[in-house]
Every structure is written in structure tokens, then in C-alpha cells.
């Protein structure tokens, strides 16, 4: 295994939204699929990731999991608020999440250059 590089840290901030299926979600979820799929194909550029939740070794979803890239949260909102998913209430309950991307594939490395750093950040900082 390899060193990740350090590279720089995203300017853009990036929002988790945990979303948990409602008591409807399987038939709402068959209905409005086709204007999902229209909605994240058109806004796929904003998406770090998305996909359903389900317990491991369930073909059974009970949520989603989105990760949106947006200058704050009112227009990561915006793009949710667009999609079938979230207008027709399918969810039950939405958590968002300010993230940093800190480590991994997507963002091609991890953002620290010492743990030093990383202390400060985490501290507040």
C-alpha cells in the first residue's frame, strides 16, 4: 500500500444528507424512480456520491445517502428540494451534515500535510 499525496483542501463545501424511508417509501420509491433517476442525471455534477441504504446482506432499502457539493446548505436544499425523493415524502427523517472531505478516492489523497495540523482542526481551529 501506498502513501496517500496531500492535495489541496475542496473550497466548495459538502453536505451529508442521511435520509430514512417513511412507512410509503417502497411504493413512493417505485413511483417517482423514473423522476429521480431525470433529477440526479441532470444534477450529477453536484453529487460526490449517492445510492441507497440498505443493512448488509439486504437487498431491502430502508434510506438514502447523498453527498452534494454546493456553495451552502440553502443550494444543496435547492438541489434536494427538486428531486421526487424529497418532494413527495418519501423520507421520514433528513439529517444534513456539513462535510469536509478529508481522506480518499474521490478527493485523490488526504488534505493533511502533518498531524499537527489535523490536531488544530480538530480542536476548532
Not at 502513501?3 to 442521511?18: A, G, K, S
Not at 410509503?24 to 442525471?41: P, S
Not at 434536494?80 to 427523517?93: I, R, S
Request: some cysteine; proline content about 8%.
Amino acid at each position: 500500500m501506498s502513501e496517500p499525496p496531500t492535495i489541496p483542501r475542496q473550497t466548495q463545501p459538502t453536505f451529508l444528507f442521511v435520509c430514512k424511508d417513511g412507512p410509503m417509501a417502497k411504493e413512493m420509491r417505485l413511483t417517482h424512480l423514473e423522476g429521480h433517476l431525470r433529477h440526479v442525471e441532470k444534477h450529477w455534477r453536484s453529487y460526490v456520491t449517492a445510492g441507497p441504504l440498505k443493512a448488509p446482506g439486504s437487498p431491502v432499502i430502508h434510506g438514502s445517502c447523498l453527498i452534494v457539493c454546493a456553495d451552502d446548505v440553502d443550494q444543496a436544499w435547492e438541489i434536494m428540494n427538486g428531486d421526487p425523493y424529497f418532494t413527495c415524502g418519501m423520507f421520514e427523517t433528513v439529517e444534513v451534515h456539513d462535510m469536509t472531505m478529508s481522506i480518499g478516492r474521490y478527493p485523490g489523497g488526504k488534505i493533511w500535510e502533518s498531524l499537527e495540523s489535523v490536531r488544530q482542526r480538530a480542536n476548532g481551529g
